[in-house]
C-alpha cells in the first residue's frame, strides 16, 4: 500500500508524521472518510467543500486548492490499484512548538490513505442493527460546532467503549439538553406515520453527506422529511429506523434501548432507501 504524505506517494511501513504534529499532540486537524464504487470517488465534491468548511472554521488555511485535492484522492486510488474502498482523508496543523498554539506550525501536512472497508458485518445490513443510548453525551454544538469534523474524536469514542461494553456495536448519543443528536459515527433516521424525520446540526449532529443523501431520497421517494429535535421516545415508537455514514451507508436498526424498533426487522421504507442508495454510489462522483 502506498500513503500520500505530503505531495509524494510513500510505502505504507515508511508513512509517518512527526511526534510534534499538533495532529497528535491535540487532535488538531480535520478528516473525510469518502467512498469509492466502482472506480467513483462517490460525492467527492461534497466531501471537499466539508473539508474546506471544517478547514475555515478552525482558521486553518489549506495548502492544496480543492482540484489538487480531487486529483491526489483519485491518484492515491490508482496507485493503490483499487476500484472499491474507503478514504482517508488528513489535514493536521503540522508540525510545531509543544504549546496549544498553532502559530508555530508553518505548513499543515496533507495524508491521504485508500484501503477497504467493512464497518458492520453484512448480515446486519439484513437483520438490522440493535443500538442503545449510552451516558456520555455530545459535546454542546456551543463548544466545538458539530459540523467540524476534526481530528478530535474522544468524545464519540467513549460512546463507542460504553455501546461496546454493553455488547452493542453502536450508540446513539444524546445532547446536554437530553435530545438525540446521532450516533457515534453516523447520523440517525426515523420514519413514522410516512414521515421521515433526522436530528438537526443544531441539536449536535455532523452534517453527514450520506444524510443529505438520504435527504435528497426522501424529496425522490415523495416522501415528506424534517429535521426536528428528537426524544428517546420518539426513536422508541418509530416505525423504522436506519443510520447514515461513509462507512455504514444506510443501515437498518431494528431495536433502540431494548424497544423492538416497528416488527422488530427492517421496514419497507428502509429498504427503499437502501436501494435508492445503492444506484447512486457508483453513479454521483468523481470516475477515477
Ligand atoms: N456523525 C459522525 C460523528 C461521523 O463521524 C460521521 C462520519 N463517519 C457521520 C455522522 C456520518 O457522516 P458521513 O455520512 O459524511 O460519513
Not at 509524494?8 to 511526534?19: D, R
Not at 488555511?61 to 484522492?73: F, G, I, K, N, T
Request: glycine letters at 8%; aromatic letters at 8%.
Amino acid at each position: 500500500m502506498h500513503v500520500f504524505l505530503n505531495g509524494k506517494f510513500v510505502p505504507k511501513e515508511e508513512a509517518s508524521v512527526s511526534v510534534f504534529d499538533h495532529g497528535l499532540l491535540y487532535g488538531d486537524g480535520i478528516f473525510e472518510g469518502i467512498r469509492l464504487y466502482n472506480s467513483c470517488v462517490f460525492k467527492l465534491e461534497e466531501h471537499l467543500e466539508r473539508l474546506e468548511l471544517s478547514a475555515k472554521a478552525i482558521l486553518l488555511d489549506l495548502p492544496m486548492s480543492r482540484s489538487e485535492l480531487a486529483d491526489a484522492v483519485c491518484e492515491t486510488c490508482r496507485q493503490n490499484g483499487l476500484t472499491d474502498g474507503y478514504i482517508r482523508l488528513l489535514v493536521t496543523r503540522g508540525v510545531g512548538h509543544l504549546g496549544l498554539s498553532p502559530k508555530g506550525c508553518e505548513t499543515p501536512s496533507v495524508i491521504i490513505i485508500a484501503d477497504k472497508i467493512q464497518l458492520y458485518p453484512k448480515e446486519y445490513y439484513e437483520d438490522g442493527l440493535k443500538i442503545i443510548t449510552v451516558p456520555t453525551r455530545r459535546i454542546n454544538p456551543a463548544a466545538l460546532p458539530p459540523m467540524v469534523k476534526s481530528l478530535n474524536y474522544l468524545n464519540n469514542i467513549l460512546a463507542k467503549i460504553e455501546a461496546q461494553q454493553a455488547g452493542y456495536l453502536e450508540a446513539i448519543m444524546l445532547n446536554d439538553e437530553g435530545y438525540v443528536a446521532e450516533c457515534t459515527g453516523d447520523n440517525i433516521f426515523l420514519v413514522y406515520k410516512g414521515r421521515i424525520i433526522t436530528t438537526p446540526t443544531s441539536a449536535g449532529a455532523l452534517r453527514g453527506i450520506t444524510r443529505d443523501v438520504a435527504i435528497a431520497i426522501a424529496d425522490e421517494l415523495g416522501l415528506p422529511l424534517d429535521a426536528n429535535n428528537l426524544t428517546r421516545y420518539d426513536l422508541w415508537n418509530a416505525d423504522e429506523c436506519f443510520l447514515t455514514g461513509t462507512a455504514a451507508e444506510i443501515i437498518p436498526v431494528v431495536e433502540v434501548d431494548g424497544r423492538k424498533v416497528g416488527e422488530g426487522k427492517p421496514g419497507p421504507v428502509t429498504r427503499s432507501f437502501l436501494e435508492k442508495f445503492r444506484a447512486k454510489v457508483s453513479v454521483e462522483g468523481k470516475m477515477l
